[in-house]
């Protein structure tokens, strides 16, 4: 990690009294130490990284407490962890994004699940669902269903967060069940302030080990345990967690003074839903709302007789509940029909069945419900006029903007040591014709947007290689996988390079080493040059890969597309069949500029001699085909209105945000362009040699230029 | 209670910005001001993987102690979203221009309530950098939208104006937020929170300073048209007075400005003699233009492209261009080189079989060319070279090269572009007294003549094409292009558009496929 998060560790550090000021995943994070968590795992990913990252960085405070932190290399192995607390009184808590991490948890998360908890276990899980995400749409609730673990889905307000997660682990003991917390991208980046109390140790925790070992077959899952546990999942647990969720009354009930209608939603969509009420009048910014709302901060295991309450007596109810399938509905829909209660249900319809529940998809879903039920005490015009506005609106700017905007997708930073590699790939292909890519999870990715639009798959994280073991033998070329150094220690090591060499297939893998999850925010990996505690771990990937029995491998100079090309032509053009292996090896450049900055300012500073490189483009020579930004798209590399009076169509130029990785020079070599790149280098408190060589320069071009005129 | 007793709704603002501009710092800022206002503020993000460069959004909701509580944790607190809703944005920031277009594209700025405050300055999007013509979005409509849907827009350049002060954007904008007035937050507030943050305090509070400043004259500059930044490359050399004379007594007013600069830049890329030629090639097509009743845009256009193409970049003319004396200066700026430190300089040359060929005769070029074709060479042969032009040796070499500016004439691809140049002037000219629409689209075909190496053949072939398929038939008053000069004019636009808009001519083979039915619409 190339960045400090010594503010936050203070916060971590309140007491009773205090008051927290901050984000929404750090709350939670300062709510796992208030609750005495003995052990803390996870593996970093949008928009749970900082939970990690921050307590990476408070070493001191997590001895004190005796606090166990584990930087999992995968979900697996940080769900894996949670089975310290299956004997033993240990509070754990792990986190991930979800639902990809929690797919790679589940082995572990279904034997957890079955055998039962006797200290509290809880999973932070980010809901990486709607805008800002980075992966496919599905949702946690099937996970907590399938495997009877308890969903909380708390109201996302600091206060309610905290509440919950301590709520969490004492739910867990409750039940013997482990819990599942999910946060919205949102509400983990949501700023805000709660009351802080002190931080607990955990009964037993590093600082006070267990002496004695638990042996309890009722706690191992095979059979004939493994009957005896799903009983009593269902017997005891399920009916102990709900008998708590009342007693406690985890969900919230927010009165209102018209009870013919009602809203049930799920906690994190509540602020949501009082703010499409506000906008239709039917509620204040303080949450006086006339309609009823049952707010569920437990989404799983639903309290059959507080649905059933809440509707008695209601023609019909709101059902806000984000994604699909529309596992809350069919279940409230249940509950009544048991009840025998003939209120009418409805949401999806009015709301939509796919995508993010936005203020505005859920102003136009209330519209629905009311324009369709048209309760008594509801000026249904005034309050749906506000959507008839938008769309008014809307339509009149569409009309004024004219054709579509263009888009902003991400790419590659400025001077990433990825961009070349993907440079190289379209290069040789106009010689050798292109082949099938498929990728992986990582920056690498971004090789399927533009400029570059290659690679064919993403399968997961670490299974750029394996997802290439049926279509390699059964394409006519051989294919391309690559994968980062995360990918590599996630799970590439075993699903991707060792089943590749155990079935002798033959293609080309590019290992994108970077020395870090750059797309996660720059966490360490095993082979990252300083580790947690600034040594070295000594895990090399090179290392590993040949002890597995790759023959072929090649080291790759990344900004040298020329040799780049070279290589890549060898893999896929050579002979004798077989695993090649390129490793591009190159510091990611967004932490490399990180951390250099400081120095060269101090550098600077101290009068010492600093060489500058960046490169240029002549805008006399340019003549603007763009093929070179076709084959970079670095973000320094762009357009600007044609100074020359002869010429309209816009020059290419280069802006001062280039870090002089000389990626665009190497490519107009590489794809021979145009004359027009040159690399500047700027000799900043030059020596006196620097000094006497550029006047001796200066003097004879002078002279000669005199000549020539 | 009945609802809304209490319908004082928190201040909605949110910001759209890309990743690296500091947005999370603006937001910092925003909140850190208004908490010390004792305001209840609550503030959200979704970095995601947008921080590399992608656009995304920062939404912030504060609520005064008027509007419930003194902002204290635990009482009346407001319930604050985390979704900005349209209809309920306070004020909306947009870092870049385009952004700015989608926050209107999305609803987040309405007349009821909005106050609009963004910068006009582009950072073009991939799709824009890529295109090969002008793919530029055209910014005036998102101003022009600006003014109809905001209630009050606040748009200027701060990123100029950021670098004025060796800032960066945030603090601008924060400075026309505290300018709009539109936060019940005193302007020390706003300072506090700069110095807070610790980091370039005095650069920041100066941009800051600037962008409240702008906000409140108000005399906030439009976007700057592209044709204020064009400037002539040469001054007037003595030797081209008569010819600047003539292009002042015998062409019309609307061409001068342009065939003056043309003028110049032939002299200097060749000689006197090549720079009369360019007039006498365009005598014909200002006669025709006349004759036509045109009043100078023909002969303007075709002077443009007739100049660009007569000034071909071959390795002499690139040697010039790197060796113009203005260039170490206007490089020395460009990276912000400050007065002695010394800047060194490489260029980065790959001239192939086609750079050498060109200056070879053509008895010798000819058979080269055809049997590195044959033999599949004629883009392998080339040799790759970083020459530092700041240096003894390197300038020397380009020297060299520019100086072998005599025997170009002899050159085979001096001769050859002459012969395509003739008949392309007299295609235009032909042209001019069938149709001037013809002649100008005719003449706009050079714009397909671009790049070097691979990437110019390709422009040839683009450009064969049309001739051929498109201008020969039109001018020959043979099949239908021939019976409806105007038609064919459109067709030949369509058809140039469609070949700038791959590298790989696909575009431009179905358009010239479905040419007759482009002509039906025309018609």
């Not at chain 1, 249940?334 to 998809?361: C, N, S």
């Not at chain 1, 996988?481 to 996630?490: E, N, P």
């Not at chain 2, 999305?106 to 950072?123: D, E």
């Not at chain 2, 392998?380 to 020297?399: E, Q, Y």
Request: glycine share 10%; hydrophobic share 40%.
């Amino acid at each position: 990690m190339e960045r400090s998060f010594a503010k936050e560790v203070k916060q971590l550090r309140l007491g009773q009294g205090d008051t927290f000021h901050g984000e929404g995943i750090l709350a939670v994070t300062k709510a796992l130490l208030q609750s005495g968590v003995s052990y803390v795992g996870g593996y970093q990913g949008a928009p749970i990284s900082h939970l990690m990252d921050v307590l990476v960085d408070a070493e001191d405070l997590l001895s004190e407490l005796g606090v166990h932190l584990e930087t999992s290399t995968s979900e697996a192995a940080a769900a894996a962890m949670l089975g310290a607390s299956i004997n033993y009184p240990l509070r754990g808590a792990v986190t991930w994004k979800s639902t990809v991490g929690t797919n790679v948890a589940s082995d572990a998360l279904s034997n957890l699940a079955s055998a039962g908890v006797t200290g509290g276990a809880l999973m932070i899980l980010g809901e990486d669902y709607g805008e800002g995400s980075s992966i496919l749409q599905e949702r946690t609730h099937a996970f907590a269903t399938k495997s009877q673990m308890w969903l909380l889905d708390p109201r996302p307000d600091l206060e309610t967060i905290v509440h919950m997660v301590e709520k969490g682990f004492e739910l867990s003991e409750a039940s013997n069940t482990p819990v599942m917390l999910e946060l919205r991208i949102r509400a983990c980046h949501v700023h805000g302030a709660f009351e802080a109390s002190d931080n607990k140790a955990g009964t037993y925790n590093r600082n006070n080990v267990i002496a004695e070992p638990v042996h309890d077959f009722s706690r191992i899952t095979l059979p004939p345990s493994t009957y005896a546990q799903e009983k009593h999942k269902i017997e005891v647990r399920m009916p102990e967690a709900i008998k708590f969720i009342r007693e406690n009354q985890l969900n919230d009930h927010f009165e209102g003074d018209l009870d013919e209608v009602g809203i049930i939603c799920m906690g994190g969509l509540y602020n949501a839903t009082l703010r499409a009420l506000v906008q239709a009048g039917l509620a204040d910014a303080t949450g006086n709302s006339r309609i009823p709302i049952l707010a569920l901060n437990v989404t799983y295991p639903l309290v059959a007789d507080e649905i059933s309450d809440f509707c008695a007596g209601k023609s019909a109810i709101l059902m806000v509940e984000e994604g699909q399938p529309d596992y809350l509905e069919e279940a409230v829909n249940v509950i009544l029909r048991k009840a025998d209660l003939q209120t009418k249900v409805i949401g999806k319809g009015p709301l939509p069945m796919a995508g993010e529940y936005t203020a505005e998809v859920v102003l136009r879903g209330l519209a629905g419900f009311l324009e369709q039920v048209r309760p008594a005490g509801i000026d249904v015009e005034a309050a749906t006029q506000p959507v008839r506005e938008l769309d008014r609106h809307k339509a009149r700017a569409a009309e004024l903007l004219g054709d579509t905007l263009p888009a902003r997708p991400p790419t590659f930073c400025t001077g990433c040591p990825e961009r070349p590699l993907f440079s190289a790939i379209r290069i040789l292909e106009k010689d050798i014709g292109p082949t099938h890519v498929s990728c992986d999870i990582g920056c690498h990715t971004f090789s399927t947007l533009p400029p570059f639009n290659l690679g064919h798959t993403v399968l997961g994280y670490g299974l750029g290689l394996a997802s290439a073991a049926g279509v390699g033998p059964n394409f006519g070329k051989r294919v391309i996988s690559v994968m980062g150094d995360g990918g590599f220690w996630h799970n590439g090591i075993t699903n991707g390079v060792g089943s590749a060499l155990f079935n002798k297939a033959d293609g080309v893998l590019m290992v994108v080493k970077n020395g870090y999850t750059s797309a996660t925010g720059w966490q360490y990996l095993p082979s990252t040059l300083r580790s947690r505690d600034g040594r070295s771990t000594g895990s090399s990937i090179e290392a590993v890969i040949k002890s597995m029995g790759a023959r072929w491998l090649h080291n790759v100079p990344n900004y040298k597309v020329g040799s780049v090309m070279k290589s890549l032509r060898k893999a896929l053009t050579g002979e004798d069949k077989g695993l090649r292996v390129l490793i591009a090896d190159s510091e990611c450049q967004l932490a490399r500029q990180r951390r250099i900055k400081p120095e060269i300012a101090a550098r600077l500073k101290n009068g010492e001699r600093d060489v500058r490189t960046r490169f240029g483009v002549d805008e006399e020579t340019c003549t603007g085909d763009r093929a070179c930004i076709r084959l970079s798209g670095c973000p320094s590399l762009t357009i600007k209105a044609n100074p020359d009076p002869l010429r309209d169509d816009p020059v290419t130029t280069i802006l001062d945000s280039c870090v002089g990785c000389g990626l665009c020079g190497e490519v107009t070599h590489a794809a021979v362009l145009c004359p027009s790149f040159y690399k500047v280098d700027i000799v900043r408190n030059p020596n006196l040699w620097d000094r006497f060589k550029d006047g001796l320069h200066r003097k004879l071009l002078g002279d000669m230029a005199r000549v020539r005129v | 209670m009945a609802a809304a007793t209490n319908q004082a709704k928190p201040i909605g603002l949110l910001i759209a910005a890309m990743g690296g501009e500091g947005g999370g710092v603006l937001r910092q800022w925003l909140v850190d001001a208004a908490m010390a206002e004792g305001f209840a503020v609550q503030s959200t993000s979704i970095p995601g993987v947008a921080q590399r460069t992608g656009a995304t959004t920062y939404y912030i909701e504060m609520q005064g102690p008027d509007g419930g509580d003194e902002g204290e944790v635990g009482a009346r607190r407001p319930i604050m979203s985390l979704y900005p809703l349209a209809g309920s944005v306070d004020i909306m920031v947009a870092s870049e221009l385009i952004e700015a277009g989608r926050a209107m594209q999305n609803g987040f700025v309405t007349p009821n309530c909005t106050t609009l405050i963004a910068s006009t300055h582009r950072v073009y999007a991939m799709a824009e950098r890529t295109a090969m013509g002008d793919g530029r979005f055209d910014g005036a409509k998102v101003v022009a939208a600006a003014g109809n849907l905001a209630q009050q827009a606040v748009l200027f350049d701060m990123e100029a104006m950021a670098q004025e002060h060796n800032s960066v954007i945030n603090s601008v904008l924060l400075g026309a937020i505290a300018g709009s007035k539109r936060l019940p937050i005193p302007v020390a507030g706003f300072e506090a929170a700069i110095r807070a943050t610790g980091r370039a305090v005095e650069a920041n509070l100066a941009a800051f300073r600037a962008g409240m400043a702008a906000v409140e004259r108000g005399d906030l500059a439009a976007l700057v048209p592209d044709d204020d930044l064009k400037r002539p490359w040469h001054a007037d050399p003595p030797m081209v007075e008569e010819l600047q004379h003539r292009v002042r007594e015998e062409f019309p007013p609307p061409a001068r400005a342009v065939l003056k600069e043309a003028v110049n830049r032939l002299f200097e890329y060749q000689n006197l003699a090549y720079a009369e030629c360019f007039l006498q090639r365009l005598m014909p097509i200002e006669r025709a233009e006349l004759e036509a009743e045109g009043h100078g845009e023909l002969v303007r256009e075709a002077g443009r492209y007739l100049a660009l193409w007569m000034s071909y970049e071959d390795v002499i003319r690139v040697a010039q261009a790197k060796l113009r004396p203005e260039r170490q200066a206007r490089i020395r700026r460009e990276v912000g080189a400050k007065a002695g430190e010394p800047v060194r300089i490489r260029e980065y040359l790959k001239p192939g079989l086609d750079e050498v060929t060109a200056l070879l005769p053509g008895w010798i070029a000819r058979p080269l060319l055809a049997a590195a074709e044959k033999a599949g060479w004629r883009d392998r042969l080339n040799i790759g070279m970083t020459v530092n032009s700041t240096a003894l040796w390197g300038h020397f070499l380009l020297s060299t090269l520019a100086s072998l500016r005599v025997l170009r004439p002899l050159g085979y691809r001096f001769k050859s572009e002459q012969v395509l140049i003739d008949q392309w002037i007299d295609n235009i000219t032909r042209a001019a007294a069938l149709d001037l629409d013809l002649a100008m689209e005719i003449a706009a075909c050079q714009r397909l003549l671009k790049g070097y190496g691979q990437t110019h053949r390709h422009g040839w072939d683009s450009f064969n094409r049309i001739m051929t398929t498109l201008v020969t038939p039109a001018l020959s008053g043979v099949g239908d292009s021939g019976a409806d000069p105007r038609g064919a004019a459109l067709t030949i636009a369509l058809a140039r558009d469609a070949a700038l808009a791959d590298p790989d001519g696909k575009s431009l083979g179905a358009a010239l496929q479905s040419e007759p039915k482009a002509e039906i619409a025309a018609e």
